[in-house]
Nanobody, 122 residues
Framework: QVQLVESGGGLVQAGGSLRLSCAASGHTFRSYAMGWFRQAPGKEREFVAEISWSGGSTSYADSVKGRFTISRDNAKNTVNLQMNSLKPEDTAVYYC???????????????WGQGTLVTVSS
């Protein structure tokens, strides 16, 4: 089973950009679909984006479509989330997630990272 460590969170002004990275340990990374979720204060954790093991399929929440891009590098065991045109409502702890089944947005999450905080100021 992979272990996940996120990085890249921080404070940014509205309209700005951030790039989150998730480093995975283990030689089976390329067999996992990967995704990002987020949890804002006082709210439930929600799906943000996911990518298939090959990178050929991606899916996004409507709230981030057109602004966020998920990508992966199987040679480096990393998955990234490029976040552009950030809004205050994007403020949340962002979690990297992994599953051997594509469909993380349906709850098929097997491994969670520890999370990284993104704060967007208005």
């Amino acid at each position: 089973q992979v272990q996940l460590v996120e990085s890249g969170g921080g404070l940014v002004q509205a309209g700005g950009s951030l790039r989150l990275s998730c480093a995975a340990s283990g030689h089976t990374f390329r067999s996992y679909a990967m995704g990002w979720f987020r949890q804002a204060p006082g709210k439930e954790r929600e799906f943000v984006a996911e990518i298939s093991w090959s990178g050929g399929s991606t899916s996004y929440a409507d709230s981030v479509k057109g602004r966020f891009t998920i990508s992966r590098d199987n040679a480096k065991n990393t998955v990234n989330l490029q976040m552009n045109s950030l809004k205050p409502e994007d403020t949340a702890v962002y979690y990297c997630a992994a599953s051997q089944t594509y469909g993380l947005q349906l709850g098929h999450v097997e491994v969670w990272g520890q999370g990284t905080l993104v704060t967007v100021s208005s």
